[in-house]
């Protein structure tokens, strides 16, 4: 694992419970180091600071995207704005953690990123997987998805998702028509239910309607208030 924290006491109180936790860590004090240090010895998991001097952690986050690094990376964030959280999502990260935070949420979070980034052991399904698993292709909704090439179109238009918004947008499309509640949804995808008070679940399904939605087009993630959310065509 690679950590990435400007603040001295975080970083080196996170080394430490990430080590005890079993995790091999290797931890640096700005952006510059943490790509110098993830282009030498690339790392299953990346926790990156938003806020450190020099290249912060969006623009780590952004370059990495852009040479093609898919290494699952969950970013430290003391903005709790949901346009702040959506750029990082935009700069390409798989999840994130507000400050301050327990811990423990951390670790969860990186089982979680860690579970979908694992191939499934022979015969066991991963997250959000059926009994469709041996089909490449699936579709619902009007949106067709290449489960292989882990690519998704909608109306023949291509649509740039990161690794969790594919995987939302997997589970909605398997069960196109049905609503899925809340902890349903975060099970399958995280791994772990963030209870109600979390905004996570909200900001990922408005961040893939921005994603899906075209002018003229109808929505087609809705909200079904106080349960969860359904993939339709209307």
């Not at 041996?134 to 909608?154: H, T, Y």
Request: with cysteine; aromatic share 6%.
């Amino acid at each position: 694992m690679l950590l990435a924290e400007d603040d001295r006491a975080i970083r080196h109180a996170l080394e430490r419970a990430l080590t005890l936790e079993g995790y091999a860590v290797t931890a640096v004090a700005d952006g510059v180091e943490a790509l110098a240090q993830a282009h030498r010895t690339p790392p299953d998991v990346l926790l990156l600071d938003v806020m450190m001097p020099g290249i912060d952690g969006l623009q780590v986050c952004r370059v990495l995207r852009a040479e093609g690094d898919r290494t699952p990376i969950l970013m430290l964030t003391a903005l709790v704005e949901t346009a702040d959280r959506i750029a990082g999502l935009d700069a390409g990260a798989d999840d994130y953690v507000v400050k301050p935070f327990d811990v423990e949420e951390v670790f969860a979070r990186l089982r979680a990123l860690l579970r979908r980034t694992s191939p499934a052991p022979v015969g066991e399904p991963g997250p959000a997987r059926d009994a469709q698993l041996s089909d490449r292709q699936i579709e619902g909704a009007g949106i067709r998805m290449d489960l292989q090439a882990r690519r998704a179109w909608r109306a023949g238009r291509e649509l740039e998702l990161t690794r969790t918004e594919f995987e939302l947008l997997e589970l909605l499309v398997r069960n196109a028509g049905i609503v899925l509640d809340h902890a349903t949804i975060y099970d399958r995808i995280w791994g772990y239910d963030f209870g109600p008070g979390s905004k996570n679940l909200a900001v990922y399904v408005g961040y893939l309607r921005r994603k899906l939605d075209a002018p003229g087009a109808p929505q087609l993630i809705h909200t079904v208030r106080g349960v969860g959310y359904v993939l339709r065509e209307e």
